[in-house]
């Protein structure tokens, strides 16, 4: 059964920093595109980012424009885990954060698409204020 568990959330002052992990379970976590998503209240969802799998172009990594030089995404193979390194943190970054598998291995479609992931997790608050 594929899971994605998000943890990691909560409030944070301007310019601080957060770590999220998404835990997973259930594939081969090598194998495909993970990205982060977020939502805020009243706006569309936004592609945060997309880690590509080890079949697509390994190791790159694509950034909003938003989060780019501010948010770091790492894997951690052992722990079958995608971390979310939030630094610089902004009042507007707040939303709720979910991470989600791609449905192939190609390699991520940036901007990212919600519609090319088909397992999402729960999602986790994320709220940058003073």
């Known amino acids: 059964q594929v899971q994605l568990v998000e943890s990691g959330g909560g409030l944070v002052q301007p310019g601080g920093s957060l770590r999220l992990s998404c835990t997973t379970s259930?594939?081969?976590?090598?194998?495909?595109?993970i990205g982060w998503f977020r939502q805020a209240p009243g706006k569309e969802r936004e592609g945060v980012s997309c880690?590509?799998?080890?079949?697509?172009?390994?190791?790159?990594?694509y950034y909003a424009d938003s989060v780019k030089g501010r948010f770091t995404v790492t894997r951690d193979k052992a722990k079958r885990t995608v971390y979310l390194q939030m630094d610089s943190l902004k009042p507007e970054d707040t939303a709720i954060y979910y991470c989600?598998?791609?449905?192939?291995?190609?390699?991520?479609?940036?901007?990212?698409?919600?519609?090319?992931?088909?397992?999402w997790g729960q999602g986790t608050q994320v709220t940058v204020s003073s």
């Open positions: 259930g594939f081969a976590l090598d194998y495909y595109d």
């Open positions: 989600a598998r791609a449905r192939t291995s190609y390699g991520c479609n940036w901007p990212a698409r919600g519609n090319d992931y088909n397992y």
């Open positions: 880690s590509s799998s080890s079949f697509g172009s390994f190791g790159t990594t």
